[in-house]
């Protein structure tokens, strides 16, 4: 499937330290870019360096499966250390397949990046205050280790990661990902003990030296440059917090969380429940997995802004506890289906019967219409019919792959049909085809930065084959067509019919060429068209209250 243009933004960026050779500050179009930290980019700049590919979109997407699978591999050592091998290995390929872990897997945007740095944090975490397979309230360290004294090694590798949660989406938000099931936890064993024991080997005078440098190393050299950038930070952190930025009423993660979880929601909760007790009675293993998995929900619903991808970074915790629940619910339904003669045919019948129905009566509304319906009901009563076989298997492992293995297939075919039917780019790719082969090649391609929707903007400069050059408005047009030197009076620009007006204040304007539709459209003024533009001589003056809002340093 195409990359969104959320999903293009850094990919595009990455694309552009190559060919400048400017790597610490992101710029789009040549235009200096502060919203994200630069080493995720720097990542999928390796990825592309290593194919031998400047921009596509797979190897961009291979890019963020490079970064998942050692998320995986991190979950799956917290949970061998935790609960042993078998709950492990389930751990591990029940997040890989829970749908909001898959979709941030194949995403080269800054969340699966930073995921895996705050898995990380808590990894390190795990073996310190774990020493022991399956132990439960063991410490980190003895003794009463000093403010100023020395700690193990692996305790400055674990400041220096959380320091670095900080390179991946900007400031804070990563630190308190990684640190509140840590805080929660270490301040629960406290209290419990009555004693700071617990929290003495975190208190490190050196240690939280070695976090503030990696945390505010990039942010002190961008603001050397660009002071705007505290402007950013005040915007998108007050904002969310309390401004109404993504505003959603304070109940949204009682929903979503279940949402996320899918298809092992039920055995997540269940694992919850048996966990429960254990979690409240003693600081262990449980305690610090239930810290996990609702720190993040607990925390994140008490600032305005919202979104269910925040919780990406608690899920490795609700995959352990899916795991801890598969044993209570398989043995609980393994009864029950025993009560029930022919069962898988029957439970495999009633969803065929559901699936059909819910097809006939949404059909208009089904991409791929009678063909989808048919594979759909036929694919459920068979995933239905082997899933319930499955739950009937006296051997907890078999019964999980039974489980796992219509799953698997349901990305499988999910995969092609996505791209085939769901992808909302297809009528601009054309549109962008053709515009290319309509500009001279000695022509710079400017393209308008996209007021209507910004990210869209990286969608365009990324899937240009050739670069673009981003413009704020026709007088910087203007002024980049000039500096350009060939036919200074005339250029190509990549906007929208509602950029028409504007456009027209600067010179005479031609519709080259136009989409059929675009993504996200609501009328057709917003459609990309291809404008050639021969400026007025001399070109009128600007406004300059305009101009002062559409130049300033984007984020």
């Given at each position: 499937r ?9 990919p ?38 290593v ?85 439960t ?33 900007g ?56 002071p705007?950038?505290?402007q ?25 969380v ?43 619903s ?37 009560l ?14 559901l ?13 791929g ?34 489980i ?30 053709g ?66 007006p ?17 993504r996200?459209?609501?009328?057709p ?27 300033r340093?984007?984020?």
């Amino acid at each position: 499937r195409t990359l969104t243009g959320h999903e293009s933004v850094q990919p595009q960026t990455s694309r552009e330290m190559l060919s400048s050779g400017h790597w610490l500050i992101p710029t789009i179009g040549g235009d200096v870019w502060l919203e994200r930290p630069p080493p995720p980019m720097w990542w999928i700049g390796i990825v592309y360096t290593v194919t031998g590919v400047k921009a596509s979109d797979s190897i961009a997407r291979l890019a963020a499966v490079l970064a998942a699978l050692p998320i995986i591999l991190l979950t799956v050592g917290i949970a061998k250390r935790l609960f042993g091998k078998g709950v492990a290995v389930m751990a591990g390929l029940i997040l890989a397949t829970m749908h909001e872990f898959y979709s941030y897997a194949i995403n080269p945007e800054a969340d699966i990046f930073l995921c895996l740095i705050v898995t990380a944090v808590l990894a390190l975490f795990v073996s310190m205050e774990f020493p022991h397979v399956r132990t439960t309230g063991a410490v980190a360290g003895s003794g009463k280790p000093s403010f100023f004294g020395t700690r193990p090694w692996p305790m400055a590798g674990f400041f220096l990661l959380l320091g670095a949660t900080n390179w991946a989406k900007g400031l804070l938000f990563g630190t308190v990902m990684a640190a509140a099931p840590i805080v929660l936890y270490l301040l629960g064993r406290a209290l419990q003990e009555r004693s700071f024991h617990p929290l003495r080997p975190y208190l490190w005078c050196w240690g939280w030296l070695i976090a503030g440098a990696a945390a505010l190393a990039w942010p002190v050299a961008v603001i050397g440059q660009y002071p705007e950038i505290l402007q950013l930070w005040q915007e998108h952190y007050l904002g969310r917090l309390h401004r109404g930025y993504l505003r959603e009423p304070w109940w949204y993660y009682a929903v979503q969380v279940p949402y996320v979880l899918l298809p092992w929601t039920l055995p997540a909760l269940v694992g919850l429940l048996c966990s429960a007790r254990a979690a409240w009675q003693h600081a262990g293993r449980e305690r610090f997995i239930c810290c996990w998995a609702l720190s993040a929900p607990l925390l994140l619903s008490l600032a305005d802004g919202k979104h269910h991808h925040y919780l990406l970074h608690c899920l490795g915790g609700w995959a352990i506890l899916a795991a801890v629940g598969l044993a209570p619910l398989w043995g609980w339904l393994q009864d029950k289906l025993r009560l029930i003669p022919y069962s898988a045919a029957l439970g495999a019948v009633a969803m065929a019967l559901l699936a059909g129905t819910g097809g006939i009566l949404w059909y208009s509304r089904i991409p791929g219409r009678w063909g989808t319906i048919v594979g759909a009901v036929v694919f459920i009563s068979l995933a239905t019919w082997v899933i319930l076989t499955a739950c009937q298997q006296h051997h907890l492992l078999r019964a999980f792959v039974g489980i796992l293995a219509p799953i698997l297939a349901a990305y499988w075919l999910w995969v092609p049909y996505q791209a085939s039917y769901l992808d909302d780019y297809k009528e601009d790719l054309v549109f962008l085809r053709g515009a290319e082969s309509l500009i001279p090649n000695d022509v710079p391609v400017l393209v308008q930065y996209d007021w209507t929707a910004p990210l869209e903007t990286f969608w365009v400069l990324y899937h240009m084959r050739r670069p673009g050059v981003l413009i704020r408005d026709p007088w910087q047009a203007a002024e980049k067509t000039a500096n350009g030197g060939q036919n200074s009076s005339t250029a190509y620009v990549l906007a929208r019919r509602l950029d028409l007006p504007l456009y027209r204040r600067a010179g005479t304007v031609e519709t080259v060429l136009e989409s059929t539709r675009t993504r996200g459209e609501k009328n057709p003024d917003q459609r990309r068209v291809l404008y050639r533009i021969h400026f007025t001589q001399p070109l009128p003056p600007a406004p300059e209250d305009y101009l002062r809002v559409v130049r300033r340093t984007l984020w």
